[in-house]
C-alpha cells in the first residue's frame, strides 16, 4: 500500500489521468514475481498517514469496488492537491524494501516500482 500526493503549485487549473493496465507487470530485479496495481476511489488523507494500510479497508475494496482497477481522473486548481491511494498485489513476497515514485516529464506520469518504471497517463494544464 502506498499513497501519492500530487500538488499544483501553478495559477491555473490543471486534470491529470493515470491509468495501468489489468495485466501483471513483473519485477526485473526479482524473477517470478509480478504485480497489479489498484488505485481505489478513497481519497487519501494526511490524518490516515499512521493507521494500518492508510485507513483504506482493502479486503472491502478487493471484493466490492476493484471494477475500475488502476484509472485515475481528477482536476486540482490552483494552490490545492489531491493525494491518492496506490495498492499493489504481487503473486509472492519480494525480498527487501519496495520502492515507488511519481515522476512527471513534459506532462507525462511514469509511475516506478523498484526498477520498474510504468507509463501511465498524463497532465493536461495551460502554461505548466
Not at 482497477?69 to 513476497?93: E, H, S
Not at 518504471?117 to 497532465?123: L, N, Q, T
Request: glycine content about 6%; aromatic content about 14%; overall charge negative.
Amino acid at each position: 500500500m502506498f499513497w501519492t500526493r500530487i500538488t499544483n503549485e501553478t495559477e491555473n487549473p490543471f486534470e491529470f489521468s493515470i491509468e495501468f493496465s489489468e495485466d501483471a507487470y513483473q519485477l526485473f530485479s526479482s524473477p517470478g514475481r509480478f504485480f497489479k496495481i489498484f488505485i481505489p476511489s478513497d481519497s487519501m488523507t494526511i490524518d490516515k498517514e499512521a493507521l494500518f494500510n492508510y485507513g483504506l479497508d482493502v479486503d472491502g475494496y478487493l471484493n466490492h469496488d476493484s471494477n475500475n482497477q488502476g484509472k485515475l481522473i481528477k482536476n486540482i486548481n490552483p494552490k490545492n492537491n489531491y493525494t491518492f491511494y496506490v495498492l499493489t498485489l504481487f503473486n509472492k513476497g519480494v525480498e527487501g524494501t519496495l520502492r515507488t515514485e511519481l515522476k512527471i516529464d513534459k506532462q507525462k506520469l511514469t509511475y516506478r516500482i523498484n526498477d520498474k518504471e510504468i507509463d501511465c497517463g498524463d497532465i493536461n494544464g495551460k502554461q505548466l
